[in-house]
């Protein structure tokens, strides 16, 4: 079964449509209730994104189009791997899914993981010449970090993440990673994607990104599908 979206102007006509739209998906897919949290949960964040203006509402509208026809389609492997998602969700819900890191300081732990990761070290230069600021305000930064214990620094001799920095460090660069090659695979173009997953990275729970991690995966693993999208994607422009 496919969905086509009733075009609407204004937000809140847009916004509206977007959750009718998430309704149908919740009445129409029953894996032990695993849809209806899923659902009410992406409706959820997508719509403070387009309130935000992280995301235009088109690009909504793409993406809740994108995801009901294709848990629409494959049920019998999607759903399967849904309601195996919502077990682990249940025992994620003990944990707090608001970031209570600022932006900057997930930039930062970001920026310093993904460094270690490829030279094997972290240096302020290549901090400041990475974020495109001044290395003072970087120092300043990594002194902060230090006091708060996610980081351990020393002058002349780099940055070495703490357990706690390295775990923050590493869950924004999987956020980054899952949202970038999900947008990528729509064929947005680079800087677009760029844009949108700077701006979305700091807003996404772990709920919700186990969800998209699940339809990347799905979509990239059906070329089928993915073409199709694509191809109303660019109707739509």
């Known amino acids: 079964m496919g969905i086509e979206l009733k075009r609407e102007s204004g937000a809140h006509k847009g916004i509206q449509c977007l959750q009718y739209q998430c309704f149908f998906l919740a009445a129409h897919i029953t894996v032990e209730g695993a849809a209806s949290h899923v659902v009410t949960m992406v409706f959820a964040h997508i719509k403070k994104l387009v309130w935000t203006n992280n995301i235009s509402l088109s690009k909504a509208?793409?993406?809740?189009?994108?995801?009901?026809?294709?848990?629409?389609?494959?049920?019998?492997?999607?759903?399967?791997?849904?309601?195996?998602?919502?077990?682990?969700?249940?025992?994620?819900?003990?944990?707090?899914?608001?970031?209570?890191?600022?932006?900057?300081?997930?930039?930062?732990?970001?920026?310093?993981?993904?460094?270690?990761?490829?030279?094997?070290?972290?240096?302020?230069?290549?901090?400041?010449?990475?974020?495109?600021?001044?290395?003072?305000?970087?120092?300043?930064?990594?002194?902060?970090?230090?006091?708060?214990?996610?980081?351990?620094?020393?002058?002349?001799?780099?940055?070495?993440?703490?357990?706690?920095?390295?775990?923050?460090?590493?869950?924004?660069?999987?956020?980054?990673?899952?949202?970038?090659?999900?947008?990528a695979g729509f064929g947005l173009d680079p800087q677009t994607v760029h844009e949108d997953v700077e701006g979305m990275e700091h807003h996404i729970s772990r709920q919700t990104l186990d969800v998209l991690t699940l339809l990347m995966e799905e979509l990239e693993g059906n070329a089928v599908l993915m073409r199709k999208l694509r191809r109303k994607l660019a109707g739509l422009g």
Request: charged letters at 25%; one cysteine or more; aromatic letters at 6%.
């Open 61 to 183: 509208q793409v993406l809740i189009l994108a995801w009901t026809n294709f848990l629409l389609r494959n049920d019998s492997l999607c759903l399967h791997r849904l309601a195996g998602y919502k077990s682990g969700m249940s025992a994620k819900r003990q944990e707090p899914t608001a970031h209570v890191h600022s932006p900057a300081i997930e930039d930062y732990l970001e920026q310093i993981h993904n460094l270690i990761e490829g030279k094997g070290y972290a240096r302020v230069v290549d901090i400041a010449k990475n974020l495109g600021i001044s290395q003072a305000s970087v120092t300043n930064m990594i002194q902060k970090l230090d006091a708060e214990g996610f980081v351990v620094y020393e002058r002349y001799r780099g940055v070495v993440l703490t357990d706690e920095g390295r775990k923050v460090g590493a869950e924004i660069a999987r956020r980054h990673e899952v949202l970038t090659r999900l947008l």
